[in-house]
């Protein structure tokens, strides 16, 4: 018995961290004014017919906290991959030198902070929607246990609600502090 309530309550704090996991994904994406390599990371390049990941072609780096250069590991896919970041309609304008492309990372207005902090917000109520979704069903897990005692099935999910209660603190943690990154100019 007490085996299937530690499976339970263990298989729950993995799919609540993959939740957490998620969420850093999703800020990674949200820029916050510094140039990261990171910003083109969702960028997928027609490569010889094949969709390829512009980090599997090219060296992405951020040489200050307004440029980012990308530098093609064949020049023949220069083309392509400038196409790309101008279709994937991130904002950004590269120049193309023939060696590389080179993206100026224009300053955020204050209408585009609170676009990118919305932005952020949704995707932490997300996070927190898989939580809840993870304690819902560690929770109809804990009532479909048949040799357990009311009490321990009670104690059970009080321990789940205490998991969900620490995760949602860690979102709302990630979310003020990414907020936070966003608004400072």
């Known amino acids: 018995m007490e085996e299937e309530i530690s499976f339970i309550i263990e298989s729950t704090e993995e799919s609540m961290s993959k939740s957490l996991?998620?969420?850093?994904?999703?800020?990674?994406?949200?820029?916050?004014g510094k140039a990261s390599p990171a910003m083109l990371g969702s960028i997928v390049v027609e490569y010889y017919g094949t969709p390829t990941p512009l980090n599997q072609m090219a060296n992405v780096n951020a040489p200050d906290g307004r440029t980012i250069v990308?530098?093609?590991?064949?020049?023949?896919?220069?083309?392509?991959?400038?196409?790309?970041?101008?279709?994937?309609?991130?904002?950004f304008n590269p120049m193309?030198?023939?060696?590389?492309?080179?993206?100026?990372?224009?300053p955020l207005t204050e209408e585009r902070r609170r676009?990118?902090?919305k932005m952020a917000k949704a995707a932490s109520e997300e996070a927190k929607i898989l939580i809840r979704?993870?304690?819902k069903e560690a929770n109809?897990?804990?009532?479909?246990?048949?040799?357990?005692?009311?009490?321990?099935?009670?104690?059970?999910?009080i321990d789940i609600q205490k998991i969900t209660d620490d995760y949602i603190k860690k979102v709302d943690a990630m979310f003020s502090q990414k907020e936070q990154e966003i608004m400072t100019v």
């Open 96 to 106: 193309n030198n023939g060696e590389a492309l080179i993206i100026n990372v224009p």
């Open 21 to 32: 996991e998620f969420l850093k994904k999703e800020f990674t994406n949200i820029r916050a």
């Open 115 to 117: 676009e990118l902090a």
């Open 70 to 91: 990308v530098q093609p590991y064949e020049k023949s896919s220069l083309q392509n991959i400038e196409h790309s970041i101008m279709v994937a309609n991130l904002g």
């Open 133 to 135: 979704n993870a304690r």
């Open 140 to 157: 109809s897990d804990t009532k479909k246990l048949e040799n357990a005692s009311e009490d321990l099935k009670a104690n059970t999910e």
